[in-house]
């Protein structure tokens, strides 16, 4: 699976943004699809999860009520909608695909990984 994230940039606090990621190669709809961030200075974290199998979604704590995860019909691309954004949510943002329908929320269960999009939120 090729995946390709897009929809960053450079936002004001509080503003909203979709990220997506599509898919290419393999069929995307059996694989389960995450995002992750890596702020500067700091280690990749998960951020949220969408099994494929039960579409049951996970969110971290710092963005639940804010980040919603979701994919299109055709399961072909991953959306990450964003509201009241923070600058502590500035970050580069990567998609990734498991081929595990559990435990989503850790970075081994991910096989495939997007090139990452950035996003700026300034105060």
């Known amino acids: 699976v090729q995946l390709q994230a897009s929809g960053g940039g450079l936002v004001q606090a509080g503003d909203s943004l979709r990220l997506s990621c599509v898919a290419s190669?393999?069929?995307?709809?059996?694989?389960?699809a995450g995002w992750f961030r890596q702020a500067p200075g700091k280690a990749r974290e998960f951020v949220a999860s969408?099994?494929?199998?039960?579409?049951?979604?996970q969110y971290a704590d710092s963005v639940k009520g804010r980040f919603t995860i979701s994919r299109d019909s055709a399961k072909i691309t991953a959306f990450l909608d964003i509201d009241s954004l923070k600058p502590e949510d500035t970050a580069v943002y990567y998609c990734?695909?498991?081929?595990?329908?559990?435990?989503?929320?850790?970075?081994?269960?991910?096989?495939?990984w997007g090139q990452g999009t950035l996003v700026t939120v300034s105060s």
């Open positions: 990734a695909a498991s081929p595990f329908a559990n435990d989503i929320w850790a970075e081994r269960r991910y096989d495939y």
């Open positions: 190669g393999r069929t995307f709809s059996v694989y389960s």
């Open positions: 969408l099994s494929y199998r039960d579409r049951r979604t």
